[in-house]
C-alpha cells in the first residue's frame, strides 16, 4: 500500500513537490511508493500549474490533519498561524510531518519538538534553511560528532539576489526586490527577508542543531539591508570588500556563550562567501576535528526547494517502510535546554563606519582620538569624496569589542565637524 501524502500549500514550493512526486522517472524508486492523497488551498478557483483531480483539492485544510489514512503533513503553505496549529494537530494525530516554514520552526521549535517526541513522529524540515542546499541532515547526521564552533552562512536568497544586483548593475532596491517576488523568492511578506527575520529564523535553527540547543529568537540580533547603500556598496569594493547578508553563530569555547547575530557584513573578496551571488546561499561550517566544510547551492525557488521537501519525504517513507518502534535519534530533535547567548556588547568584530563632516583641519585627528580612548584601533581611515559641503570619510577598524566602539561613536557624535554618521557595518 502507497504511503498518503497530505499537502498542506499549493504555492512555490507546494507546486515544485507535486511537479517532481508526478514525474518519477529516472528518481529514486521509493518515489513510486508516494501517493498524493489531499492538497490544502486556500481558494479552489486558482489556476493551478499541476494536474490533481478535483476530490484531492480541498479548502478544509483541518480534515487532511486529521485524516487517518494520511501517513505524512507536508507543510508548505507557510505563515504562523494556522500553519502551527495544523502542524501540532498533524503530530498529535500521529502523522509524521515535513515542513519548509523556518518562521514556525524558529518560533514554535520546542513546542512541535516535544509533541513530536510524545506522539514518536518525526518533524523534517531541510527547506527550511538553505532551500535546495542540504543542511539540516548533514548538520543532524554527518558533522554530529564535530564540536562545531562556527557557522556562517548567506541564508537569505532574496536579500543576496538584491545585493548581488544592486552590486554588479548598481540596480535599483524596490525594482530588483520586484524581480525577487516576481522569481518566487520572497516571502509573502517580503518585509521578512529584506529586515533580516528570515534569516534570523534559519541561524537560530542551525545554531540549534550545531550547538545542541534550543535557541530563543528574541536573542538573535538583527539587521536587514535597507540601510546599505550604492554609496557603501562601492567603497566596500574599493577597500576589497563585498557586502553580504552574514548570519553568524559562534562559540568560542564549549563554554562560553554563543553569539548569534544577522547583519550586513563586509566580506574580504578572498573569502570562500564573497563569492555566493544571486539567489545562491552558502553555509561555512567549522568545526573539531572537520575544519571548514561549506554547502553551496540555490537557497530559494520552486524546484530547489521542491528537491529538499520531497527527499524529506523519502526519508519518512523508508522508515514507514521498516517499521521501528524506536525513533532514530539522527532523525529526531533531542535537545530539551536553551543556549545562553552573549549580549551583542561583547562582540569582537572589525567595523566599517562612513562619516560626513565639515571639511576642517584636523578632524581626522579628533576622529582616531575618540577611537584611541576607548582601544579601538584602526587598520585604515580614507578621506575620499564629497557629497556636497561635506567630507566623507571612510574607517575600518581592527577587531574590537563592540561595546567599546559604541561607546568611540557616542563621543564622535558629539564633535562639531561631525555631520551624520550615515553608515555603519561589521566586517568578517
Ligand atoms: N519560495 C521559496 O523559494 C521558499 C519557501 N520556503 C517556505 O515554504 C513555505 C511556502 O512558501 P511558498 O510556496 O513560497 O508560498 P506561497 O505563498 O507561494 O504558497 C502558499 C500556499 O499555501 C496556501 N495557503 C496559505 N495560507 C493558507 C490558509 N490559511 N489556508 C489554506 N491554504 C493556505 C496558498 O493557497 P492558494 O494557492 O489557494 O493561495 C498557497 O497555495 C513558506 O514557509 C516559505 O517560507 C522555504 C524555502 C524556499
Ligand atoms: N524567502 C526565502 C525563501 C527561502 O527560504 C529566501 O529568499 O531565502
Ligand atoms: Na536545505
Given at each position: 500500500?502507497?504511503?498518503?501524502?497530505?499537502?498542506?500549500?499549493?504555492?512555490?514550493?507546494?507546486?515544485?513537490?507535486?511537479?517532481?512526486?508526478?514525474?518519477?522517472?529516472?528518481?529514486?524508486?521509493?518515489l513510486?511508493?508516494?501517493?498524493?492523497?489531499r492538497?490544502?488551498?486556500?481558494?479552489?478557483?486558482?489556476?493551478?500549474?499541476?494536474?490533481?483531480?478535483?476530490?484531492?483539492?480541498?479548502?478544509?485544510?483541518?480534515?487532511?490533519?486529521?485524516?487517518?489514512?494520511?501517513?505524512?503533513v507536508?507543510?508548505?503553505?507557510?505563515?504562523?498561524?494556522?500553519?502551527?496549529?495544523?502542524?501540532?494537530?498533524?503530530?498529535?494525530?500521529?502523522?509524521?510531518?515535513?515542513?519548509?516554514?523556518?518562521?514556525?520552526?524558529?518560533?514554535?521549535?520546542?513546542?512541535?519538538?516535544?509533541?513530536?517526541?510524545?506522539?514518536?513522529?518525526?518533524?523534517?524540515?531541510?527547506a527550511?534553511?538553505?532551500g535546495?542546499?542540504?543542511?539540516?541532515?548533514?548538520?543532524?547526521?554527518?558533522l554530529?560528532?564535530?564540536?562545531?564552533?562556527?557557522?556562517?552562512?548567506?541564508?537569505?536568497?532574496?536579500?543576496?539576489?538584491?545585493?548581488?544586483?544592486?552590486?554588479?548593475?548598481?540596480?535599483?532596491?524596490?525594482?530588483?526586490?520586484?524581480?525577487?517576488?516576481?522569481?518566487?523568492?520572497?516571502?509573502?511578506?517580503?518585509?521578512?527577508?529584506?529586515?533580516?527575520?528570515?534569516?534570523?529564523?534559519?541561524?537560530?535553527?542551525?545554531?540549534?542543531?550545531?550547538?545542541?540547543?534550543?535557541?530563543?529568537?528574541?536573542?538573535?540580533?538583527?539587521?536587514?539591508?535597507?540601510?546599505?547603500?550604492?554609496?557603501?556598496?562601492?567603497?566596500?569594493?574599493?577597500?576589497?570588500?563585498?557586502?553580504?547578508?552574514?548570519?553568524?553563530?559562534?562559540?568560542?569555547?564549549?563554554?562560553?556563550p554563543?553569539?548569534?547575530?544577522?547583519?550586513?557584513?563586509?566580506?574580504?573578496?578572498?573569502?570562500?562567501?564573497?563569492?555566493?551571488?544571486?539567489?545562491?546561499?552558502?553555509?561555512?561550517?567549522?568545526?573539531?576535528?572537520?575544519?571548514q566544510?561549506?554547502?553551496?547551492?540555490?537557497?530559494?525557488?520552486?524546484?530547489?526547494?521542491?528537491?529538499?521537501?520531497?527527499?524529506?519525504?523519502?526519508?519518512?517513507?523508508?522508515?514507514?517502510?521498516?517499521?521501528?518502534?524506536?525513533?532514530?535519534?539522527?532523525?529526531?530533535?533531542?535537545?530539551?535546554?536553551?543556549?545562553?547567548?552573549?549580549?551583542?556588547?561583547?562582540?569582537?568584530?572589525?567595523?566599517?563606519?562612513?562619516?560626513?563632516?565639515?571639511?576642517?583641519?584636523?578632524?581626522?585627528?579628533?576622529?582616531?582620538?575618540?577611537?584611541?580612548?576607548?582601544?579601538?584601533?584602526?587598520?585604515?581611515?580614507?578621506?575620499?569624496?564629497?557629497?556636497?559641503?561635506?567630507?566623507?570619510?571612510?574607517?575600518?577598524?581592527?577587531?574590537?569589542?563592540?561595546?567599546?566602539?559604541?561607546?568611540?561613536?557616542a563621543?564622535?557624535?558629539?564633535?562639531?565637524?561631525?555631520?551624520?554618521?550615515?553608515?555603519l557595518?561589521?566586517?568578517?
Open positions: 500500500m502507497g504511503v498518503k501524502l497530505g499537502i498542506l500549500g499549493l504555492g512555490t514550493v507546494g507546486t515544485g513537490t507535486v511537479q517532481l512526486l508526478q514525474d518519477r522517472v529516472g528518481r529514486h524508486p521509493l513510486q511508493e508516494i501517493e498524493i492523497y492538497v490544502g488551498v486556500r481558494s479552489l478557483d486558482k489556476p493551478r500549474a499541476v494536474e490533481l483531480s478535483t476530490e484531492v483539492l480541498t479548502t478544509d485544510l483541518d480534515s487532511i490533519v486529521n485524516d487517518p489514512a494520511v501517513d505524512i507536508v507543510e508548505v503553505m507557510g505563515g504562523l498561524e494556522p500553519a502551527r496549529s495544523l502542524i501540532l494537530k498533524a503530530l498529535s494525530n500521529g502523522k509524521h510531518v515535513v515542513t519548509a516554514n523556518k518562521a514556525a520552526i524558529a518560533r514554535f521549535g520546542a513546542e512541535i519538538f516535544t509533541t513530536a517526541n510524545k506522539a514518536g513522529v518525526y518533524v523534517m524540515l531541510e527550511a534553511v538553505g535546495g542546499i542540504p543542511v539540516i541532515q548533514p548538520l543532524k547526521q554527518s554530529s560528532v564535530n564540536r562545531i564552533h562556527t557557522v556562517t552562512g548567506i541564508v537569505n536568497g532574496t536579500t543576496n539576489y538584491i545585493l548581488t544586483r544592486m552590486q554588479t548593475e548598481g540596480s535599483n532596491f524596490s525594482d530588483v526586490l520586484a524581480d525577487a517576488q516576481r522569481l518566487g523568492y520572497a516571502e509573502a511578506d517580503p518585509t521578512a527577508d529584506v529586515e533580516g527575520l528570515d534569516a534570523a529564523d534559519k541561524i537560530a535553527i542551525l545554531a540549534s542543531l550545531g550547538f545542541g540547543g534550543r535557541i530563543n529568537l528574541q536573542d538573535v540580533y538583527t539587521e536587514g539591508i535597507r540601510q546599505v547603500s550604492k554609496t557603501d556598496i562601492a567603497y566596500a569594493e574599493k577597500l576589497g570588500f563585498v557586502i553580504k547578508l552574514l548570519a553568524i553563530a559562534k562559540r568560542d569555547t564549549p563554554s562560553s554563543l553569539s548569534v547575530r544577522v547583519h550586513p557584513t563586509l566580506v574580504p573578496k578572498a573569502h570562500p562567501l564573497a563569492s555566493i551571488n544571486g539567489v545562491y546561499n552558502a553555509i561555512l561550517v567549522e568545526g573539531e576535528p572537520i575544519g566544510v561549506m554547502f553551496f547551492g540555490p537557497g530559494a525557488g520552486a524546484g530547489a526547494t521542491a528537491s529538499a521537501v520531497t527527499s524529506d519525504i523519502l526519508n519518512l517513507v523508508a522508515v514507514l517502510k521498516t517499521n521501528t518502534a524506536v525513533a532514530n535519534p539522527l532523525l529526531a530533535c533531542g535537545h530539551q535546554e536553551y543556549c545562553q547567548i552573549a549580549p551583542m556588547a561583547e562582540l569582537i568584530t572589525r567595523f566599517y563606519a562612513r562619516f560626513l563632516t565639515n571639511d576642517q583641519p584636523g578632524v581626522i585627528g579628533k576622529l582616531g582620538t575618540c577611537f584611541g580612548n576607548y582601544g579601538v584601533s584602526l587598520e585604515s581611515i580614507v578621506q575620499t569624496g564629497f557629497q556636497g559641503e561635506l567630507a566623507e570619510i571612510v574607517v575600518v577598524t581592527h577587531d574590537v569589542r563592540e561595546g567599546n566602539f559604541r561607546q568611540a561613536l563621543e564622535i557624535r558629539d564633535l562639531s565637524a561631525i555631520e551624520s554618521i550615515p553608515s557595518l561589521r566586517v568578517l
